[in-house]
């Protein structure tokens, strides 16, 4: 059975720093590409942050220069570094897991998401 467990949110003052992690089971961690999806209230989820598994990393224009993703194969780990967050950051932050089949398809993934509030 997969599960992807997301930790780490909370409520934080506009200009301070957040992190979350997302550990992974049931899936064989280092092929998978993984990210992080935001979604507030009442707007579409959309891509925060994702790091292939190569290692290779991509940002949405909105966090570029705030936040950083990382992972950690052996613990089979992912990571979202958040820092200036402001108020517009306030969203349920999830975990995604992706691999694509060579035969066409994927697999892919969701954690039940963590709660992420910047507020003073």
């Known amino acids: 059975q997969v599960q992807l467990v997301e930790s780490g949110g909370g409520l934080v003052q506009p200009g301070g720093s957040l992190g979350l992690s997302c550990a992974a089971s049931?899936?064989?961690?280092?092929?998978?590409?993984m990210g992080w999806y935001r979604q507030a209230p009442g707007k579409q989820r959309e891509l925060v942050a994702h790091i292939t598994s190569g290692g290779n990393t991509k940002y949405a224009d909105s966090v570029k220069g705030r936040c950083t993703i990382s992972r950690d194969n052996a613990k089979n780990t992912v990571y979202l570094q958040m820092n200036s967050l402001k108020p517009e950051d306030t969203a349920a932050y999830y975990c995604?897991?992706?691999?694509?089949?060579?035969?066409?398809?994927?697999?892919?993934?969701w954690g039940q998401g963590t709660q992420v509030t910047v507020s003073s």
């Open positions: 995604h897991a992706v691999r694509v089949l060579s035969g066409g398809g994927e697999h892919d993934y």
């Open positions: 049931g899936i064989i961690f280092s092929i998978y590409n």
